[in-house]
Every structure is written in C-alpha cells, then in structure tokens.
C-alpha cells in the first residue's frame, strides 16, 4: 500500500528496491499452494478461487539482483578497482593509502549495489579524525543543486517515518508510541543538522516549526556538503538515473510464477488430488472441495484419480528458458554459461563471452568512476587540507597534500591476459617502440596495471639505467675482440 506522505519519485524508487532484495512479493497474502480461500462461521463455509496473481510465488529467481552483482563486481571487484593516478606524486601517495586504509573499494561496491535503482548517495563524515563512509538510500533524500553546477550539492534532507515504540527504544520521549512520527537529518555546505521526531499531523499546523535535536547536531564546517549523489545511468531524470534493471522487472515477475506452478504441478503429479463423484454430494449445482480427510461415497458414487502428464511441465521449462534470456538480454545481463565458455582460453576470448555485461559496466565506469570515484578523491583531499586526519598513530600531514591536483583513473583489463596473451602484447609492444611509433613511457604505462607498475616515470628511469649499465659493461669486451 502506497504512502501518499511519500513523494512518487519515493514510491518509485522504493518499489524498485523491494525487486533487488527479493521483496517484492511480501504484500501479497496468500501463498501459492493456497488456490482456494474459505471463510464463515458455524460451519457454513464459503470457497472462493485466489487468482494466480493475488498469491506469492513459491520460487524467486531474483533475476534482477544477479544481474546487478555481476555488474557490479566487473565495476569493483576483485581485481578490477582502478589506479588512481595524481599528477602530484606526494598527494598520490597520501591519498592511494587513505582509500586501501579506509577500505573505499568495499564502500563503492554498497554504492553501486544500492544505486542501482537509479541513484546513489555517498556520505563522507570525520570522527574523532578517522574518514568513515556511508551509502544512503536515495527514496529517503530530497536533494537541492546548485544552479549554476547541476551536479554540485547545496543541500540535502533526508525524511522517513519510524514507529513511535522504535524511538522510545532510542531514548527518545514519545507521546504515542503507536503512531508513525517524521525523521529528520538536513546536511548543507557547513551543518549536519538533526530535528526532534514529529507527527505527520504537525505539519498541518500553520505555527509548526521542528525542533532541533542539539545533542545530535553538528557543525562540520568543511564548506561542503559531505555528499556525493550519484546518477546511476543515463536516461534518466534531473535527480535520479536510469535503474540498471527495471526494464527486466515485468519479464522476471511471469517467470517467477512460471517457475511456481512448474513447482506445484511436480507436487501436484506426486501426489494427485482424489475426486469421487455422488449425486448426494451435489448440491445447487456445485461440487465443494470436502473438509476432511477420509471420502464417503453413496449407492452409484464414482472415484477417479485426476492426473496430469509431464508435456506441460517440458514446456513450461522451455518457456522459462526463453524469459530468462529475454530478461537478460533487456539489461545486457550476463548469458554466458560453462559449456558456452569451455573453449575461451584467452583474456579476449573471454571478453567476448561476457561481452553484454562488460557493455553494462563500462556505462557504470562513467558514473560510478569517472565521476563518482574522482569526486570522492576530490572530497578527500578537501577533507585533509581541512581536518587532521590519523590511522594507527600515523597523522597526515596538512602541508604535504595539494588541493589543485589533476585525477585520473587507470582501468585494468576485464580479464587477466593468459600467458600466450602477453607474449603477443609483448611482441606488438617491442616492435611499435622500435619503429619509433610508441615511446618507452606509453609502453610501460599500457602494462603497469598487469604488472604491479604504480610509478610509470620510476620504471622507466630503472630501465634506462639498466639498458645504460648492460652498454657500459658490454663495450669493453667488444672492444678488445676486434683489437684481437
């Protein structure tokens, strides 16, 4: 049932977050083996058939949610989280330690997990001069830009309701702990400010104004607004992006129940329903379903056993198979399966199995990454330039970081190249240096993700100094055998 203290956006947003957590079908009453609702009293019952949509499916492929981790983990997993590069060595070095220390990749993975609705919000707050994050649920958050630079934050509320008993719990004085009371937190360039509980008939008084909770309120003080929001896909409206898995939504709601009756016809042919027929029994032209266990049947009483055959159940699995591709295939979900992939032994090979996912992420790259991921670097270093910041007993030092920095993401490789893979690049490489093509410097910084390489300049150098060194040693010893 829809709350219509709720923005639509808010409705909208929440409706599509219930399908990623496997939610969705909590509403709705009856569960699936239940086709047949008895009601009345004294023993005079009424049945009444359930329609198949008005009863919960009994298996949930959570179709929508696979697909956004596997989106996800192409973005940020293991293996695939990008090097940040600063063009100024030290602020790289500091800020490179403050994201492995603060464990930032895990955070990103949340953020796109949780965007994948449509939006994300990223909060960066500084405790007792410790960086923690925090994703928020974006239906909650009404956010405000700045005219002039429509992706930079002014302001954002968040407001939902609590149960009054839940905030007793909190330590909060509630009048009625039954009812559903306001919360309340604002985040603006210098405040985190946090407002008392009130009743949603409050707001109907001309005189009403919340109070300020000052035990919970704060004074950040960074200029700012601590938050990063996030469009998840392009396509989307002013605040919010595309979802990553709305179109597959309708698709993965018929399979879910195609999955259920596929399920209940295999119980049903275990254990086939019993139906005797006697005249006595037929009252105003209705056969009832009887309400014990045991049947009696009269003089000319009739008893068969109603059966199904297995043709319906091998279409149905086919037909299953066909929604599943389709639901995929409208959100460049990833079809690949073992036997499609046994013969992909290469890094390429393997790209182009898993081509419409990786088309997903590089779309997630943009948002997520290229945007995201460099705002948050940017955000940090505001943070370090402001606030003393200390991991371990090791203090950062204001002096050392540089705000006007440049930022840039290095991506690794979808798939790790096997060894075949790099002998060829290495080949490809060593030609195009020596045709004066690519200098030495590009052809290291096109590796040095594969090879552990975070100072391009210093390998370089290193293998200058070595290629100098083996000359040096070399040149006397040719020297003497042609004096020889």
Not at 5 to 18: E, H, K, N, Q, V
Not at 151 to 178: F, H, R, W
Not at 341 to 370: C, D, F, Q, T
């Amino acid at each position: 049932m829809r709350d219509k203290d709720y923005p639509d956006r808010a409705c909208t947003i929440a409706m599509l977050r219930r399908f990623l957590n496997g939610t969705a079908y909590d509403v709705l009453q009856y569960p699936f083996g239940q086709i047949i609702n008895k009601s009345g009293y004294d023993g005079a019952y009424t049945a009444q058939n359930i329609p198949m949509s008005q009863r919960r499916p009994s298996v949930i492929s959570t179709l929508c949610n696979t697909v956004v981790d596997d989106s996800v983990s192409f973005l940020f997993g293991e293996g695939r989280f990008p090097q940040i590069d600063i063009d100024d060595e030290k602020t790289q070095e500091i800020v490179n330690d403050i994201v492995n220390r603060t464990c930032l990749p895990d955070t990103m993975i949340e953020l796109a997990h949780d965007g994948s609705v449509g939006s994300a919000a990223l909060l960066i707050q500084v405790i007792n001069s410790k960086i923690y994050y925090k994703s928020l649920h974006t239906e909650f958050l009404t956010p405000v830009f700045d005219k002039k630079n429509p992706n930079l934050l002014v302001k954002l509320t968040q407001k939902y309701k609590c149960k009054g008993s839940d905030l007793m719990a909190q330590g909060y004085k509630i009048e009625k702990p039954d009812f559903d009371y306001w919360i309340v937190t604002e985040w603006d360039e210098n405040n985190e400010t946090y407002y008392l509980p009130y009743l949603p008939d409050d707001l109907k008084k001309a005189d009403f104004k919340p109070k300020i909770d000052k035990d919970l309120t704060i004074e950040h003080g960074l200029g700012f607004v601590p938050v990063l929001w996030i469009r998840n896909l392009s396509g989307g409206d002013f605040i919010d992006g595309q979802s990553t898995f709305k179109k597959a939504i309708t698709t993965n709601i018929q399979l879910d129940y195609q999955l259920s009756q596929c399920a209940r016809g295999l119980t049903y042919s275990q254990e086939p329903l019993l139906f005797y027929k006697n005249p006595d029994s037929i009252v105003g032209g209705d056969i009832s379903p009887g309400t014990g266990q045991i049947l009696h049947g009269g003089e000319g009483s009739d008893a068969k056993m109603i059966e199904i055959n297995g043709d319906a159940c091998r279409a149905s699995i086919e037909y299953q198979k066909v929604l599943r591709d389709v639901a995929l295939e409208n959100i460049h979900g990833n079809r690949s399966t073992a036997e499609r992939g046994i013969n992909a032994r290469s890094g390429k090979a393997l790209e182009l199995l898993h081509h419409p996912v990786m088309l997903l992420a590089s779309r997630l790259r943009i948002s997520y990454g290229e945007f995201g991921l460099v705002e948050v670097v940017k955000m940090i270093i505001k943070i370090l330039k402001l606030r003393e910041i200390k991991f371990e007993n090791i203090v950062i030092n204001k002096g050392s970081i540089k705000e006007d920095v440049t930022i840039s993401l290095r991506w690794p490789n979808w798939f790790d190249d096997s060894s075949d893979d790099k002998h060829k690049e290495a080949l490809t490489l060593g030609e195009l240096k020596n045709a004066g093509i690519l200098s030495q410097e590009t052809a290291v910084y096109s590796i040095a993700e594969k090879y552990g390489i975070d100072d391009v300049k210093e390998e370089v150098n290193k293998i200058n100094a070595e290629q100098k060194k083996f000359i040096d040693d070399t040149q006397p010893k040719v020297q003497e055998i042609f004096k020889s």
